[in-house]
């Protein structure tokens, strides 16, 4: 997995600290810690996860086979408007594969990349549960349902001005 | 016990309830491959991912084919191990398997003793469907001071992982990614000398290919061997020679310690001398600092700490540096007895010899990876020339040999050169666990009581093979209690007690590699075989009672080593020569919090 | 009077969220916010036809409404009792306006008992629950039976689970009872993997109280005061309603201690998924929960012996669990009837691909495709020839045609060559190939096989490549014959149920469609179109009057021809980008 270096900062490290704290330092909690240390930083660069490892006395290695196990957590930071293509199988059979192709043109993004100014990122997700509205992309939190590949100019044009 | 009747292959056998099925062919000789499957009984050491699904068979009445290695047999079960279905499956498996395997057999450092490339001639795979369009998992090459990791030819048997995590307890490993992208890597896919990784070299004992394997430093000892500005020496470490001869076809524990000393010879060193000889002079300076502990404590001196905790194995050192760094001043200052050998070739030897330091080589043959490491210590060195240049293990020395045309058993048998390759047989069992502590005992015995143990030299109640062993000895009145790990699992525990305030022993024995010495990282395979290691343990016992001396401080070059130029234990010259400090490592960690 | 809003994922993705808000609003401007209330309910099911507003009592079932039809529901409708035809459903076969659900296709075969609160309470008000039996089944359990009679109903009732397995419920329940142990967990799986299936999402979303309560009934009978819902991460409105629902029953006294009066304990905690499909499988799932990768191990132990932290665990889906209190209420006989012999009670789908009505449905067992197909998904989507169904997600299989009157159970899908697995459903036309579906989900299989075993883990991914060879029309009828040998002996090897059933798209589509296999490797053709690398753009002679329009805009030059006269396409350079089709102005250009 490809990561960022980062700094930590001593309030950071509170923070990760304060999180192994409420969940009382358990090993087993390693997954709902990295959710919710996640959730806070929006991502798990190496020291963070390092911070973790000794928190909960967990070996890094450990750690590091855990973050790279499951498709949700991730290393590098999402943009701040986050494009994901649902690509479940009602989408797949509607031409999600298409619209993705679209979107990797328009953002010049592959898949798993964050844009180099940090706006966007891209990913596919499976299977949103809106399979009616197939296929689905979503910007952040806001679902388009029902998308063209046409279509996919006038979606991201909606971001274009904005930070 | 319950026993459960069942047909493998048409034969009726009974077993005792819980037996698997590839146990169960095993007692009808019935030889079912297995790959990822590896067991250590003694040490109840069991890999059984259940991964490479090799081993399948078929069971009556279950719709798809059983893992023998983790399959228990169940009353009236008819099993099948070779049938068409059966066959086809394990072939198209390793043609799986092989698809996703590097195909330079011919220039492996694993060729000829590599697990995957057996079963893959037992099997028959003469072809693998479609290569050309299969892609190869590909990563970079890790070369640290004592392994190298290669994890193209990783087959995820996760054998390493269970010895590194659940035996060992360094955490240096874990498997990352899922799927096709799955591998074994240390943390952030860093190096292993970012990572706590000790270098015990268990991973590459039980590695089936070459995905783990040790630095090779053959090259760089032919290089010293043929440069007429070098006198080169050879330590020989006590395990070796009984291990060596495995790597020519001879039976598990034979001792081959002439001969060996023979092929050295050979091979061109100008001295062939003997790491026991060493191992003696650790008795003594590690006897004396455990009496001066214990009559300081005996004294009320609150300072002192106890237990104090043998410090010959380096695996051993690297872990407590990493894990348990504010316990670094327990174990002993003593070096190794491969770096005391060291250090006292590179000056009273070689003043003797009239011999300048950097035209010394000293090139010792261990059964070990971690000395490797250890022999490129900063402390280790003077004026950045290393007291000990190439550590070599069991298994390079033998390559060495074969380059050499050299047949093992057909040598005549040597005796070591003078005056370092004089030995006493405390010394040899230092090869195995319970060995050091057993010598020290010997020697420390005799120096707190005055009085000789005579012929009763050995001490029972330290040998064994139990994970971690508990002893008394009466010392006249005083009991020393002892505490023995081998395995660092079993080393965490002790470790862990101390911290804890709850550790009762006065002297404790740990060795990194389970078995001590003669299971080390750098031996022969075993293959998975924990026989083998038990009868390399009987050749050292064995080779310690056939010997005229059996206690360290009788030996006789030592004793001139003293006079001549050590002084006294744990005096000035002593102290620089032969003792160390230790380090907090746990700082070594990539990322500082 | 009431106008139930759905607030399901598809229909929030299409703005029920602001169209509840704007009713509120006009009714406080109306002055009728105490006469009428709006209330957010779960997945109404008819997710094709969202965002659903239903008004209540009078049953009015609209469809496709927009925030800017909320001022004229609230005018024609509220005020003056009429109902807005054009919102209404249209029977796309008779041409007529449904107001009543229960009159449309769509619900007419269904029989809803999992789903049977969506749609019809506030997920987030546990009084909504209650007052349709709620948490009557757990009152019944805790004062009138003992554990060995909850389990015996269970058994009796048939239910099998609902999470792709088909286990016996009530079995695994008796597992769990017969290992003593100072403590014994009840494990909710809701980490709803299969793409293309949502049921576990709308009925937590819908209805948590009946997954609540089933767990305690769970707990009760095999002797376990501790439940723990193991929910995807990606859930979010999920996770919230279940949380709020779990500090309602607490609130209530229907969670914690001495529930009832009746000195049992039973509390829930909730366990985050984080994105990995092998953690459907228990054992999976399980090393999840203790904080480890999501890999499989081998069984047994069964986790009913040695589960989370070693204690006996159960572990049972979302979907089962609903199921519970109803069959505890109106009897095991009751539901035993319902459905098949070896397959009782009903089974809820996600219908989704090719079809007029995308939605979740649920049908006794036993109703066949073709009625699920025609009549309740209304047909094939633009009048297309119906092609296939996949059913049971990636770990199942297509069917054709002749499967059209298989009754649905476990045993006949499975006999088909396919599986139940978690309730997928997805249709497909003409226009779809049989070797990119399989592709489409190996895809799937490679990506999120754990990487544990060889079969899985290389073996997929080497079916993937040859599919893609296949596809790319490389392959031979020699490959079809290893994809054959290397799929059966991954079913026949792998360690888990998702590599075992990873290779049943293969399977399926081989048996069911070989001569579109054939077509791709002795004719590098595909009959339906769809692989790109098959396609061969080409001029029409007889259209095709020279204007250079398709030359000049080929971004490789792979068109030919001087002006006025007849082009020419180089198939060795054309990337199949269809550039020059758009741009022809006389139809002159054609795929073959």
């Not at chain 2, 009974?14 to 003694?42: R, S």
């Not at chain 2, 770096?339 to 070739?345: D, E, I, T």
Request: with cysteine; charged share 25%; hydrophobic share 35%.
């Amino acid at each position: 997995m490809t990561s960022v270096k980062v700094k930590l900062k001593q309030n950071d490290i509170d923070k990760i600290k304060e999180i192994c704290a409420a969940h009382n330092y358990e090993p087993g909690e390693l997954i709902n810690v990295l959710h919710q240390t996640q959730e806070y930083f929006g991502y798990l660069p190496a020291e963070i996860q390092e911070v973790i490892s000794w928190e909960l006395n967990v070996s890094a290695a450990k750690v590091y086979g855990v973050v790279t196990f499951y498709s949700y957590f991730t290393m590098t930071p999402k943009g701040r408007y986050p494009v994901s293509v649902c690509t479940g199988t009602a989408c797949y059979v509607r031409g999600a594969e298409n619209v993705l192709e679209e979107i990797k043109k328009q953002l010049d993004l592959q898949v798993g990349e964050t844009s180099d100014d940090g706006k966007y990122s891209l990913s596919c997700l499976r299977c949103v549960g809106a399979c009616g509205l197939a296929p689905v992309v979503l910007v952040g939190d806001k679902t388009y349902g029902r998308v063209a590949p046409d279509d996919v100019k006038g979606i991201i044009d909606e971001y274009k001005d904005k930070d | 016990m319950d026993t459960i009747k069942l047909t493998i292959d048409q034969q009726e056998l009974e077993v005792p309830a819980g037996t698997t099925i590839y146990h169960a062919a095993k007692k009808l000789g019935i030889d079912i491959p297995v790959l990822c499957y590896m067991e250590l009984e003694d040490w109840n050491i069991e890999n059984k991912p259940g991964g490479c699904r090799i081993c399948v068979v078929e069971v009556e009445g279950r719709h798809n084919l059983a893992p023998s290695c983790s399959t228990e047999c169940k009353d009236g079960m008819v099993v099948k191990t070779n049938t068409p279905r059966v066959m086809n499956a394990r072939r198209t498996v390793m043609e799986f398997i092989l698809s996703d395997h590097p195909k330079d057999c011919l220039t492996c450092p694993k060729s000829g003793s590599c697990d995957l490339q057996d079963m893959a001639v037992r099997l028959g795979v003469r072809e693998i469907p479609n290569e050309d369009i299969a892609e190869i998992s590909t990563y970079r090459l890790d070369t640290s001071p004592a392994i190298i990791r290669d994890i193209d030819k990783c087959i995820m048997c996760r054998r390493c992982e269970t010895m590194c995590n659940d035996v060992q307890t360094v955490g240096a490993l874990s498997a990352i990614n899922r799927g096709f992208e799955s591998v074994v890597t240390p943390a952030f896919e860093m190096n292993l000398e970012a990572s706590p990784c000790t270098y015990c070299g268990q991973c590459v004992a039980v590695c089936p290919t070459a995905a783990l394997t040790e630095k090779d430093y053959t090259a760089e000892v032919i290089r010293a061997l043929s440069d007429p500005e070098k006198t080169v020496i050879v330590q020989t470490a006590p395990a070796v020679r009984a291990a060596l001869g495995e790597e020519f076809g001879m039976e598990a524990g034979s001792l081959v310690t002439g001969k060996m000393v023979s092929a050295l010879r050979k091979l061109g060193f100008d001295k062939v001398f003997d790491t026991d000889f060493a191992a003696d002079l650790t008795i003594i300076e590690e006897g004396a600092e455990i009496l001066d502990r214990l009559k300081r404590s005996a004294n009320g001196d609150e300072n002192v700490r106890l237990p104090i905790l043998t410090s010959c194995c380096p695996g051993w050192v690297n872990f407590f540096e990493y894990h348990f760094p504010n316990l670094k001043d327990i174990p002993s200052s003593a070096r190794s007895p491969q770096q005391m050998f060291g250090s006292v070739a590179k000056t009273y030897f070689a003043e003797k010899m009239n011999v300048k330091r950097e035209n010394m080589v000293v090139v010792s043959v261990m059964p070990c990876l971690a000395k490797k490491y250890e022999s490129q210590r900063d402390e280790f060195k003077v004026d950045n020339n290393p007291d000990v240049d190439y550590s070599i293990s069991t298994r390079e020395l033998a390559h060495l040999m074969k380059q050499a045309n050299m047949n093992l058993n057909k040598l005549p048998d040597e005796d070591f050169d003078k005056p370092l390759g004089e030995s006493t047989g405390a010394g040899v069992i230092f090869g195995t666990t319970g060995g050091v502590i057993e010598a020290a005992t010997r020697t420390a015995y005799e120096l707190y009581t005055g009085k000789s143990l005579n012929e009763k030299v050995t001490f029972e109640q330290l040998r064994g093979w139990e994970g971690i062993r508990k002893a008394e000895v009466d010392f006249d009145g005083f009991t020393l209690k002892i505490g023995i790990a081998h395995g660092l699992g079993n080393a965490r525990k002790l470790l862990e007690e101390i911290e804890e305030g709850k550790s009762t022993y006065h002297a404790i024995e740990i060795m990194a590699c389970p078995g001590g010495c003669i299971g080390g990282g750098g031996q022969p395979l075993h293959h998975g075989n924990a026989s083998i290691l038990k009868k390399r343990s009987e050749a050292i016992y064995r080779e310690d009672a056939g010997k005229k001396i059996r206690k360290s401080h009788e030996n006789p070059y030592i004793k001139e080593l003293y006079e001549e130029y050590l002084g006294e234990p744990l005096g000035e010259k002593a102290h620089q020569l032969l003792h160390t400090k230790y380090f907090d490592r746990s700082t070594k960690r990539q990322f500082k919090i | 009077m009431h106008l139930m809003v759905c607030g399901g994922t598809g229909c929030r993705a299409s703005a029920s969220d602001t169209i509840e808000q704007k009713l509120k609003n006009k009714l406080e401007e109306k002055n009728l916010e105490n006469d009428i209330q709006v209330v957010t309910t779960g997945c109404f099911g008819f997710c094709e036809k969202g965002p659903i507003i239903k008004v209540l009592p009078d049953n009015t079932f609209y469809t496709q409404v927009s925030p800017d039809d909320v001022d004229e529901i609230i005018e024609e409708h509220i005020i003056k009792g009429r109902q807005l035809t054009r919102l209404l459903y249209k029977d796309p076969q008779k041409d007529e306006t449904i107001a009543d659900a229960k009159d449309m296709g769509f619900y007419k075969k269904q029989l809803r008992i999992a789903l049977r609160n969506c749609g019809f309470i506030n997920p987030e008000n546990i009084e909504e629950y209650i007052a349709r039996d709620g948490y009557e089944a757990l009152g019944k359990v805790l004062t009138e039976m003992q554990p060995m009679d909850v389990i015996d109903a269970v058994k009796t009732s048939g239910i099998r689970g609902r999470g792709g397995g088909g286990f016996p419920t009530g079995l695994k329940w008796e597992f769990a009872y017969n290992n003593q142990s100072d403590q014994k967990y009840v494990v909710c799986n809701a980490d709803e993997g299969d793409p293309g299936a949502f049921m576990d999402r709308s009925i937590l979303e819908g209805d948590p109280h009946s997954v609540i309560e089933a767990m305690s009934i769970c707990g009760y009978s095999m002797g376990s005061d501790t439940g723990i819902v193991y929910i995807r991460a990606e859930y979010p409105l999920a996770i919230n309603r279940l949380k709020t629902a779990i500090n309602q029953a607490r609130e209530f006294g229907l969670l914690g201690e001495d529930i009832m009066g009746s000195g049992f304990n039973f509390d829930i905690q909730l366990r985050y998924g984080a994105g990995a499909f092998v953690c459907g499988e228990e054992t999976a799932l399980i090393h999840s929960m203790e904080g480890s990768r999501g890999e499989p191990t081998i069984k047994p132990p069964y986790p009913a012996a040695s589960g989370y932290l070693d204690k006996p665990t159960n572990v049972n889906n979302v979907e089962t669990f609903a199921n519970i209190p109803v069959i505890i209420n109106k009897g095991a006989d009751w539901f035993a009837k319902i459905g098949n012999k070896n397959s009782t009670g009903t089974k809820v789908f996600a219908l989704a691909g090719k079809i007029n009505n995308v939605g979740l449905i649920e049908v006794p067992m036993g109703t066949t495709l073709r009625e699920v197909i025609f009549e309740i998904g209304g047909g094939i989507k633009d009048n297309k020839k119906f092609k296939a169904v996949q059913t049971g997600g990636p770990s199942g299989g297509c069917l054709t045609e002749e499967h059209l009157d298989t009754p649905i159970d476990f045993d006949n899908l499975l006999a088909a060559g396919s599986m139940m697995g978690s309730g997928g459903m997805i249709v497909m036309d003409e226009e779809d190939c049989m070797v990119s579906v399989a592709k489409f989900f190996l895809d799937f299989t490679v990506e999120e096989s754990c990487g544990k075993c060889a079969p899985c883990r290389v073996g997929n991914k080497r079916l993937y490549e040859l599919l893609t060879k296949i596809t790319d029309g490389k392959g031979t009828r020699e490959d079809l014959d290893i994809l054959r040998n290397q799929s059966n002996v991954i079913k026949d090897t792998a360690l888990c149920g998702l590599g075992q059933s990873s290779p049943s798209p293969v399977l399926s589509t081989l048996n069911n469609f070989y001569e579109e296999y054939l077509a791709h490797v002795e004719e590098e053709r595909c009959p339906a179109g769809q692989c790109k690398n098959l396609m061969k753009y080409i001029i029409d002679e007889e259209n095709c009057v020279g204007c250079t329009a398709c030359a000049r805009v080929c971004p490789v030059g792979a068109i030919t021809g001087e002006k006025k006269k007849v082009h020419e396409i180089d198939p060795n350079l054309c990337i199949k980008c269809g550039a020059c089709m758009d741009k022809c102005k006389f139809n002159a250009i054609f795929i073959k």
